[in-house]
């Protein structure tokens, strides 16, 4: 069997065991998830991290869909900010690319809480998608022309942020680093499936409403420029992932509801990596569960 083009990882209904996978169903796992349609898999030989990963003609059926890497094998996720330009903004690549890390502990998978803590609550919580890049083999000192030899999978991301938080100290750490704020989903989607990363559509709705709305060639530092920039003197490891920026929210200014608030279902997606859908729900909340 072939290398996958598409890796989902899954709680299995016929055994309740975690495999990786690649879907049998077409289109866009994270809807059909939602709908609670049948999905259903060809279990992977290994993670999609080893060189010797195959499918399987072992068939599993999916009960629960999980992020698709397990966070133990994520090695580090750096993000990236003011990476899109305001509207008519005159577009100057930065010298030095503003960075910030989240630990593992942040990753969810698609249907899963995004859970807002109580030293989070009235902090301006807000949603940013983002094309994450998960590399498959170390890179350090790369030049941009060979950097996205080195990217092995793209998917969706949510970078959950907190903008009250994050404008109370000289670093951003805090305000992006609780508990389920980097949902990842709904599909690893393998690098010669995406040919140019830097063409693809990017959007956010929350509770049906258009919130964000973009495309990668916006981008003000390409994906190879980022990870040959960030790879200068530092080993991005196999399995290191890189969220590599938002857009700036439509009509900020004027929308009444700008912020997360409990029960909001907030959807993100890239074009040709799915929709990653979660729901907010604010810890210590006295309503009833989602």
């Known amino acids: 069997m072939s290398r996958p083009s598409r890796t989902i990882r899954f709680i299995a209904k016929e055994d309740s065991k975690t495999y990786y996978g690649q879907p049998i169903q077409s289109g866009d796992i994270g809807l059909l998830y939602h709908t609670k349609a049948l999905l259903t898999a060809h279990t992977l030989s290994s993670s999609p991290l080893a060189a ?34 305001a509207p008519g903004a005159k577009v100057v690549k930065p010298e030095v690319a503003v960075l910030f890390y989240k630990p593992q502990t942040t ?13 989070a609550r009235g902090m301006n919580n807000d949603y940013e998608v983002e094309l994450c890049v998960v590399l498959q083999k170390a890179a350090l000192n790369v030049s941009v022309e060979d950097a996205l030899s080195y990217v092995g999978w793209y998917c969706t991301s949510n970078d959950v942020s907190s903008r009250g938080l994050c404008g109370k100290g000289l670093q951003w750490g805090l305000g992006k ?8 989903g709904p599909v690893l989607v393998a690098r010669d499936q995406i040919p140019n990363p830097q063409n693809l559509r990017i959007k956010t709705t929350v509770n049906g409403l258009t919130k964000q709305l973009a495309n990668t060639s916006e981008m003000i530092l390409s994906v190879a420029e980022l990870i040959s920039h960030l790879s ?58 989602l």
């Open 52 to 85: 010797n990963c195959t499918t399987t003609t072992t068939v599993r059926t999916v009960a629960r869909l999980l992020s698709p890497l397990a966070p133990a094998e994520i090695s580090c996720i750096r993000g990236l900010g003011a990476q899109f330009p």
């Open 107 to 119: 990753v969810c998978g698609p249907e899963d809480p995004i859970i807002i803590p109580v030293s």
């Open 177 to 184: 680093s609780f508990d389920s704020w980097c949902p990842l």
């Open 232 to 289: 200068q003197g530092v080993t991005l490891e196999a399995g290191s992932i890189i969220l590599s920026g938002t857009p700036l929210p439509l009509n900020r200014a004027a929308d009444k509801n700008p912020w997360l608030k409990h029960g909001d279902d907030v959807r993100v997606e890239v074009e040709g990596c799915g929709t990653l859908i979660n729901r907010v729900v604010e810890e210590g909340d006295v309503r009833a569960k």
